[in-house]
């Protein structure tokens, strides 16, 4: 017998622990050795994660997709996997370190670093999948797959060795975003953009050879101005046309640079004309290979100021040496004015320091040579976006592609496997070989020996792997890459680059490298191309082009058919969730209050694609009631003996209410199923929630009473059997959404002599035709409407809930008086009627109601105070109207539309809706009242 109430927290455990008992998620299970195969690579979360609210939203859509396939009778793979997240592990193992009072990662050496790293993560590693298990997910956990397991890194390194080989990976001086305080290169994605009150300094550079006459430009950045090597003007300002050509006298630097004519310059900004650091800014960079501009560098990888900027402000911290420029500049007569400047400063979004624009040496990927059959695949529709308008988002990325920095300054990740010797010419001299000081010879190969190899047939004789490399200082000139060597080395010694790869190197094997790849695995053949990749709008370039370029590239096929990105789940007032701001929502936190399934179904129900979600705790609240509704619905039929019929076939059944309800479980299956093969999984959970609370329950349950208390034993069987039927479809369609409770509901759902019923979760999706009855239809329906606008009235007419009033059918026709009399009893009950009369004309002081072609009269007088009412009603409209007026002239603002955050707006906009429907609601009562009296 099922307990009183539902308790998730002692039932969610339990069940979770039957599903891994039976191996319920493994792939490959042998009654799937034929059927259609379905793939989902979960995108991997960092391994240093905790689950958050995205985390939940994005991992529930995915688990709905796979229950649903699984039981559709697919042999479902959800891969899951975790990111060995380089950037954030490293700082959490270095943090604990600091902790702790041991030694920091330079002096114990990488080796020991690493080893203490795999043993934080075998310790700690598993956190969020132990979290996602909570959550009720359905990944086939004996496959899970870590990027830097044996495997994955085996695959990494080949990809990156083939690519060296074909040329589309190399290593170049470029810009990169620089973090001073963990010393790396990182990715744009680990910026975030922090507003920040600074200031705009407008400085007056003198023209060579007429001191008296200036150029004035503006920078943010005082510092920089160290390293500018030219002005730009636009070519089609006026003011300084004829100064294009001509050069200026870098202040402190005495450097003379050039003024170039640039489209970049924006004429109606500031003065017009620009300062170009081409070392130290993105917009620069580009500036300056227009121009053939020189890139001088003038800051350490500490963002000091280093030996290329005068000897005055060699050492000084960036921030020190903006303060002692401006002073300075001040000093000569040169600084033209200070404005407050509000702009936004790129941070690290782990460190917390303001990022540099830094011109290094790293390793990139030749992406615009790789993107372009992965543009065409989705051009040709062999890989779409649901939604669509996210293929533009994708578009403008791809076709504006720039190389791709992989390379890291990091200890934890893959290690870059590429070797170095110095580099040797034939000395003509002794007809010998030569090497040359600072150039270096690249070696690349899957394995050190296979480096060592190489390096053997280059230099004629024995090689020797040296484990500490040199001490490299990087140098800025304009040259090609070059070094100062002081460590040792010799034509014969070798050493491996110290750089790691970036993460989304990777992550963008994923789909294929943990199914197997290098090697040609059954998995690989049977899972690869995977059927959909389920993420959100911020990683379609960082991740899903990347898959794109790299599973074309390696694979000849795309990685997925399907991409459905998913929207940002915010707090109800429709405002991101941040610490900062206090909103934040713990899905662990929500799950011990209300359990994993009201959760789910809430983020299920509020997915409407291309549509942000606005989370609130009374939403997560409303349907935990759902599941409680569910939960009573069948003790209902636990307590009336409505048990599961081997035989039973709803085709064959002669009630009309049960005849209606098989044809209400058709269509609700129909709609259901239509909503989650087109990924509109709000509609889906919309379909299956109105069937089970807004007809099963409130109507089916409520109309089968009189059968169920009766003494017809041949009809109150078929009833009963007719429930536990119709329980086992909600079941099921609800099972994909609510996995917990009807798992454990289905498992008192069993048949007479029955112990035990296989898991829900390995059952056959619902597959119901031919059961609608239009006949059956109409008349229950008829029921139903009739009832339900009784009821509307009653509540809009305030009349009290214990009172019992007559209602009239007048001109009514033979066949409505017996379809009347049929359902009389019913409705008498449900609708609290005093009696059913049926007169020629309606009567007096009564309310009309129309239900399709029948006029009904629900008698009022001296029931309710027709004047109370009125005023009441008018009062109602009244503020309505107010607050109507209110929405209107915010929405009439322009200073609103253009300061309010969309969500504000929107929500206004919402608002405007409910209170035109208030009062339309509202004045149609007014109407109903002024037509009684």
């Not at 789910?600 to 009374?618: E, H, I, N, P, V």
Request: proline share 5%; hydrophobic share 40%.
């Amino acid at each position: 017998m099922l307990d009183k109430t539902y308790q998730p927290a002692e039932i969610e455990p339990r069940i979770h622990a039957e599903w891994e008992g039976a191996d319920a998620f493994k792939c490959g299970r042998p009654e799937h050795k034929d059927a259609e195969p379905f793939c989902i690579v979960i995108p991997p979360p960092n391994v240093t994660g905790s689950l958050h609210m995205g985390h939940a939203l994005n991992n529930m859509l995915q688990d709905v997709l796979c229950r649903f396939e699984r039981m559709r009778g697919k042999d479902v793979l959800w891969q899951p996997g975790t990111d060995h997240a380089g950037i954030a592990t490293q700082m959490v193992v270095e943090r604990q370190m600091m902790e702790r009072q041991e030694p920091n990662r330079q002096t114990i050496g990488r080796e020991r670093f690493v080893e203490k790293i795999w043993a934080w993560k075998e310790e700690s590693g598993n956190t969020i999948f132990n979290q996602l298990k909570r959550l009720g997910v359905s990944c086939d956990w004996s496959r899970e797959r870590f990027t830097m397991d044996e495997g994955l890194s085996q695959a990494v390194v080949k990809v990156f060795v083939e690519l060296y080989n074909a040329g589309l990976i190399y290593k170049d001086k470029r810009l990169v975003n620089w973090d001073p305080k963990f010393q790396t290169a990182i990715s744009d994605l680990e910026v975030i953009q922090v507003e920040t009150k600074g200031h705009l300094w407008h400085f007056k550079y003198p023209l060579k050879g007429d001191p008296e006459k200036f150029i004035v430009v503006a920078t943010t950045r005082p510092e920089t101005m160290l390293g500018d090597t030219a002005v730009a003007v636009h070519p089609d300002d006026e003011r300084y046309k004829d100064l294009v050509g001509k050069t200026v006298l870098l202040p402190l630097v005495e450097r003379e640079i050039p003024i170039v004519a640039d489209e970049y310059s924006d004429p109606e900004k500031g003065s017009g004309a620009v300062k170009i650091t081409p070392a130290h800014d993105f917009n620069d960079f580009e500036v300056g290979k227009r121009h053939d501009l020189a890139q001088i560098n003038i800051f350490d990888e500490h963002a000091r100021i280093n030996e290329n900027a005068p000897e005055a402000y060699c050492g000084l911290d960036r921030f020190e040496a903006r303060k002692r420029i401006v002073a300075d500049i001040d000093a000569l007569g040169l600084l033209d004015k200070i404005e407050d400047n509000v702009h936004a400063v790129p941070h690290g979004d782990r460190s917390h320091v303001a990022i540099e624009p830094f011109l290094t040496d790293q390793w990139y990927v030749d992406a615009k040579t790789l993107a372009a059959p992965a543009i065409k695949a989705i051009e040709d529709g062999k890989t779409v976006f649901v939604p669509k308008a996210w293929e533009k988002t994708y578009f403008e990325w791809m076709r504006n592609i720039q190389p791709w920095c992989i390379s890291r300054q990091l200890w934890w990740g893959h290690q870059i496997p590429i070797w170095y010797g110095l580099r040797t010419y034939p000395d003509p001299a002794s007809s010998g070989l030569h090497t040359v000081p600072f150039e270096l010879q690249e070696f690349c190969a899957e394995t050190e020996a296979e480096a060592t190899e190489q390096a053997r047939e280059y230099y004629g004789k024995e090689v020797h792997v040296v484990s500490e490399p040199p001490v490299f200082s990087r140098q800025s000139d304009n040259s090609r890459s070059k070094y100062d060597v002081h460590g040792p080395t010799g034509p014969a010694e070798i050493w491996r680059d110290e750089d790691v790869l970036d993460t989304w190197f990777s992550s963008g094997l994923w789909a294929f490298s943990t199914l197997g790849w290098p090697d040609e695995t059954p998995e690989l053949k049977r899972y690869y191309p995977t059927s959909v990749l389920v993420t959100g709008f911020d990683i379609i370039f960082f991740w899903i082009a990347r898959m794109m370029m790299l599973g074309l590239h390696f694979m000849k096929e795309v990685p997925f058919h399907t991409v459905y990105i998913h929207a940002l789940v915010r707090d109800a007032s429709g405002q991101k969730m941040s610490k900062s701001k206090g909103n934040v929502m713990d899905p662990l936190g929500v799950i011990d209050t209300y359990g994993a399934d009201a959760l789910r179904f809430t983020l299920a129900a509020m997915a409407a694609q291309g549509r942000d979600l606005k989370l609130s705790t009374a939403r997560v609240e409303g349907y935990r009631n759902f599941a409680t509704k569910l939960w009573n619905a069948s003790r209902f039929a636990e307590m009336n003996e409505c048990v599961r019929q081997r035989d039973f076939d709803p085709a064959n059944v002669k009630e009309p209410l049960n005849r209606w309800i098989a044809g209400q479980t058709e269509r609700a299956t129909r709609s259901v199923t239509k909503g989650l093969e087109s990924y509109k999984f709000n509609e889906a959970a919309g379909a299956v929630y109105e069937f089970v609370w807004g007809i099963f329950c409130d109507w089916y349950l409520e109309l089968i009473k009189p059968i169920l208390a009766g003494d017809d034993e041949t009809s109150k069987a078929e009833t009963r059997a007719t429930v536990a039927w119709v329980l086992d479809q909600i079941l099921k369609l609800l099972h994909p959404f609510m996995p917990f409770i009807t798992e454990e509901l289905w498992a008192h759902m069993v048949e007479h002599g029955e112990k035990r019923r296989s898991l829900l979760t390995l059952s056959e999706w619902p597959s119901v035709t031919g059961l609608s009855d239009e006949k059956v239809d109409d008349e229950i329906g008829w029921v139903v409407r009739l009832i339900g606008e009784i009821r509307s009235v009653r509540t809009e007419m305030n009349v009290p809930a214990a009172a019992k009033v007559p209602l009239a059918l007048p001109g009514a026709t033979v066949a409505l008086r017996e379809r009347a009399r049929r359902h009389e009893e019913t409705i008498s009950r449900l609708a609290r009627l005093e009696s059913l009369s049926f007169p020629k004309v309606p009567p007096k002081g009564a309310a009309l109601i129309v239900v399709g072609e029948t006029t009904a009269a629900l008698s009022l007088a001296g029931v309710i105070d027709m004047g109370a009412e009125m005023k009441r009603l008018e009062r109602e409209i009244g503020k309505a109207e107010s607050d109507l007026g209110k929405m209107d002239t915010k929405l009439a603002n322009p200073q609103f539309l253009a300061k309010a955050k969309e969500a504000a707006v929107e929500e206004t906009r919402e608002r405007k809706v409910e209170l035109e429907g208030t009062i339309k609601r509202l004045a149609a009562a007014v109407t109903r009242l002024q037509a009684i009296g």
